[in-house]
């Protein structure tokens, strides 16, 4: 294979790879908020920014992903 | 409201439409300036108005030399953020008045946002006690992503034998102004928490006491597989505590780095994709995760802190 096809391809397969991790939990973490606010509505300014800080940890795991990809296609 | 408004989102309607109108003949011609209209090649846009396919550069460019070390675009940009922090901190702290103004309210609730973070996760005593750390880590990611959205800090340019080379670039979008900052937090945990337990903090990594003992028992004819096996594990135990810890420093880096980082190639991307008025989206989105990173690096850094200065019997609980 060509080493650059196979750059590209590598870099492809690391970011969509790496990006059902993160999809799942955001999703759970949705999830949770829902079922929070549905139970407890007064609650939700408080749950809002926890749910923003934990989706930006969970986030980043994707951007290792893309981390790793931008480096697989400028840097390798 | 109770007031009913005349119009449409605040506007009286012939602004509005104006408005509206003006919004949507610039996202068509976004779009015809874009690859897609050049593709068809429906019009004979002037050049000017079209972008060619931006080349995202990883390694940070060197604009000067001071003394035989290269001087980065980077650094430049932490050093503008630094001189805009401290006219800042000069025009709200020299004279500080009881009804603030606008930039003393926006440094206020700001700062009063993240004591409120330091003090309800380490109590009131370390909470104050580390909140200039958090503070300054929090403000100084925060405005060095927001400095970097104005228009202009990425297209000033400086020209040299290698090129156009830009003079201002966001700095945690270079490896090691990230790494700087998450070795400053790696470094303050450490110290603090054997500052604060003595060699008590060291228990937390070495735990090879029990193994020991019933390494002991064996020479005393006592052979126990169960002792020895717990201890065994008691001992791994400690060596990934200190793993973790060092893991904190790649995972702090990288979160950054790579937020920043995408936030720059996908802004330079969508430039190329549709040139005009979507850009404006997604600059509204960089400067939200600018607030969130910042956020997520200060609340992570009093969160480590706390936790090594509360002691491993303490910590244990939380986990």
């Known amino acids: 294979m060509d080493p650059e096809a196979a750059k590209l391809l590598g870099a492809g397969l690391a970011m969509g790879l790496g990006a059902i991790g993160p999809g799942i939990g955001l999703g759970l973490i949705g999830n949770a908020m829902l079922n929070g606010v549905a139970r407890n509505p007064e609650a939700q300014g408080r749950m809002f920014t926890n749910m923003i800080l934990m989706a930006g940890l969970t986030e980043a795991v994707a951007i290792y992903a893309l981390v790793i990809a931008v480096l697989l296609i400028f840097v390798a | 409201m109770a007031t009913k408004k005349k119009g449409c989102l605040g506007c ?113 005593k370390d909470g104050r006690k580390f909140f200039p750390l958090v503070a300054t880590i929090f403000l100084f990611v925060l405005f060095n992503a927001l400095l970097a959205l104005i228009p202009g800090f990425g297209t000033l340019l400086f020209h040299s034998g290698e090129g156009n080379l830009e003079v201002l670039r966001a700095a945690n979008t270079d490896f090691n102004t990230p790494l700087a900052l998450a070795l400053i937090t790696f470094f303050t945990v450490e110290f603090m928490g054997f500052k604060r337990l003595g060699f008590g903090y060291v228990k937390k990594f070495v735990t090879w006491g029990d193994f020991g003992r019933a ?69 509204g989105l960089e400067s939200f995760f600018a607030v969130i990173q910042a956020l997520i690096f200060a609340a992570l850094t009093i969160v480590y802190i706390s936790l090594s200065v509360t002691g491993h019997e303490a910590a244990a609980e939380h986990h």
């Open chain 2, 12 to 124: 009286s309607l012939p602004v509005a439409i104006l408005v509206g109108g003006g919004a949507l003949v610039f996202l068509v011609m976004g779009l015809l300036a874009g690859p897609l209209g050049r593709k068809f090649n429906v019009t004979g846009l002037p050049s000017w108005m079209t972008l060619e396919l931006p080349e995202p550069k990883l390694p940070a460019d060197v604009i000067f030399h001071i003394a035989g070390f290269g001087v980065t675009n980077t650094l430049i940009a932490t050093w503008v953020t630094v001189v805009f922090l401290v006219l800042i901190a000069f025009l709200v702290a020299r004279k500080p008045k009881l009804i603030p103004g606008r930039v003393q309210s926006i440094i206020e609730s700001l700062l009063g946002y993240v004591y409120d973070l330091c003090v309800s996760t380490a109590g009131e």
């Open chain 2, 215 to 283: 390494v002991g028992k064996i020479f005393k004819g006592k052979f126990d597989v169960m002792a020895l096996l717990s201890g065994f594990i008691m001992g791994i135990v400690g060596i990934l505590e200190f793993v973790s810890e060092v893991i904190r420093i790649i995972s702090l880096t990288f979160r950054l780095f790579g937020n920043m980082l995408a936030g720059e190639i996908v802004l330079l991307v969508i430039a190329y994709v549709v040139p005009y008025f979507v850009p404006l989206v997604f600059y």
